[in-house]
């Protein structure tokens, strides 16, 4: 997606300056590897976040067992009380 980006912007740099969209294609290949690029790191940077804020949640979950408790959720029918709307 990242590279599309990178394409993209070559062609609209292209536009600006009033050249033909496919007018140096060395830039739009080189953009487009830039593009990826960045669209890779980011791609390994939010997993690696990602992970490591599940490990923490799952690390805090196993450590304080008694604030998690696995009993069944109530219905909302069981919560609130019965409703008769006054005309």
């Known amino acids: 997606m990242c ?11 292209n536009g600006l300056l ?12 080189i953009a487009s590897i830039i593009g990826g690029s960045i669209g890779y790191f980011i791609g390994r940077f939010e997993s690696r976040a990602l992970a490591e804020r ?15 408790s696995k009993e069944t959720p109530k219905k909302l029918g069981e919560v609130t009380q019965r409703w008769l709307p006054v005309r």
Do not use: Q, T
Request: glycine content about 10%.
């Open 18 to 29: 009033r050249r033909p969209f496919l007018s140096g294609g060395h830039r739009h290949i």
């Open 3 to 13: 590279a599309g980006y990178g394409l993209a912007s070559s062609f609209v740099n």
């Open 54 to 68: 599940e490990f923490y949640i799952e690390e805090y979950v196993n450590r304080h067992p008694e604030d998690f």
